[in-house]
């Protein structure tokens, strides 16, 4: 499973414009440009549910893997 390869939904913090991103740019940090407006929107700081949503799956896979280890 690819988890870094899904796609998200990046709102422009100046338009408001929706896109999407894909969660392996939030977590390099990448900086996006907006269709709309043109403005450069850092993935870093609008995305901060992003790292958190990551880890949340990192830790919901190895809770998993410990469970198949105790079978
Ligand atoms: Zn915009």
């Known amino acids: 499973m690819e988890i870094s390869k899904s796609w998200i939904t990046i709102t422009c913090p100046k338009c408001s414009y929706s896109m999407d991103a894909q969660l392996i740019q939030a977590k390099l940090e990448e900086t996006?440009?907006?269709?709309?407006?043109?403005v450069n929107i850092e993935l870093k700081d609008s995305t901060a549910s992003v790292h958190?949503?990551?880890?949340?799956?990192?830790?919901?896979?190895?809770?998993?893997?410990?469970l198949?280890?105790?079978l």
Do not use: G, M
Not at 32 to 38: G, T
Not at 52 to 66: F, G, V
């Open 32 to 38: 996006i440009i907006c269709h709309n407006c043109k």
């Open 52 to 66: 958190n949503s990551l880890r949340d799956i990192d830790n919901a896979l190895n809770d998993l893997n410990k």
């Open 68 to 70: 198949f280890k105790n």
